[in-house]
């Protein structure tokens, strides 16, 4: 499980299939964690309600007053579907139990709509990955900088990261590969005292990035998923983030 650098006040939670580290004083997730059985995976209807974590003190969770009458959506970090696998009812338990506030994170809700690339990445990894059984780790979390904007208590991030790993080679040698994304939504939050506006004809982006700079730019400590990055050595290069228009341009 990646570690949040520096002295923070973390409370881990696990639920069935993932887990997330929260940090208290953000509100918000440093980390969260899902394990993906893409031979076991189930695709069930969306089911479940957004709820506080009852393990956690309302006042240590972004709850539903960040959310309501303004363009914010709840974000999941781990996604309904990721941990919908094995027997009909833990699939279910499991999907529904990310319907959970500490795996919430507020975004644009024009970011949070699109599909098309940061919600399918891991579909998209999956299927490359099925040499490995269809099996996956997929981290995801905000980038929590102390530079974020403040609104209603709560300062909302900026960019998010996400990184999967899987394993390549054959079973008696297999070899551990993995891959970084980030994706900004700076450009669709105006934040004032008052209100949130989603500007209308903003854009995010989303990029595949070095793992090393989602280590140095989310504090987080990623260990030996950084050695594993599949991205060429030379687009580690400041200046050379590889954006993505669609899930053709992924390098795996």
Do not use: C
């Not at 390549?168 to 994706?183: H, I, K, N, Q, R």
């Not at 990055?229 to 053709?248: I, K």
């Amino acid at each position: 499980m990646p570690r949040p650098l520096g002295d923070r006040e973390l409370r881990e939670l696990a639920y069935l299939h993932f887990s997330v580290l929260l940090d208290a004083r953000r509100r918000l997730a440093a980390v969260t964690a899902v394990n993906i059985d893409g031979a076991s995976l189930l695709d069930l209807e969306r089911t479940g309600d957004w709820e506080l974590d009852p393990r956690v003190p309302a006042t240590d969770q972004a709850g539903p007053g960040l959310y309501s009458d303004n363009d914010l959506d709840r974000g999941h970090l781990v996604r309904r579907r990721d941990p919908g696998w094995g027997t009909i009812p833990e699939a279910r338990a499991a999907t529904e139990a990310t319907f959970v506030y500490p795996n919430a994170a507020p975004q644009a809700s024009v970011f949070n709509q699109s599909k098309e690339l940061w919600l399918g990445l891991e579909d998209h990894v999956l299927h490359f990955a099925g040499s490995s059984a269809l099996r996956l780790s997929v981290f995801t979390a905000p980038v929590l900088d102390p530079d974020d904007p403040s609104y209603r208590g709560v300062l909302i991030p900026r960019r998010f990261w996400k990184v999967a790993a899987w394993t390549e080679g054959s079973a008696e040698e297999p070899v551990l590969a993995a891959a970084g994304f980030v994706l900004d939504q700076a450009e669709l939050i105006e934040l004032d005292e008052a209100a949130i506006a989603v500007a209308r004809l903003g854009s995010f982006r989303t990029f595949q990035v070095p793992i090393s700079d989602i280590e140095a730019i989310a504090a987080v400590d990623l260990g030996e998923l950084v050695a594993a990055d599949v991205m060429p050595v030379a687009a580690a290069r400041p200046g050379r983030w590889s954006e993505l228009e669609s899930v053709t341009d992924i390098r795996l």
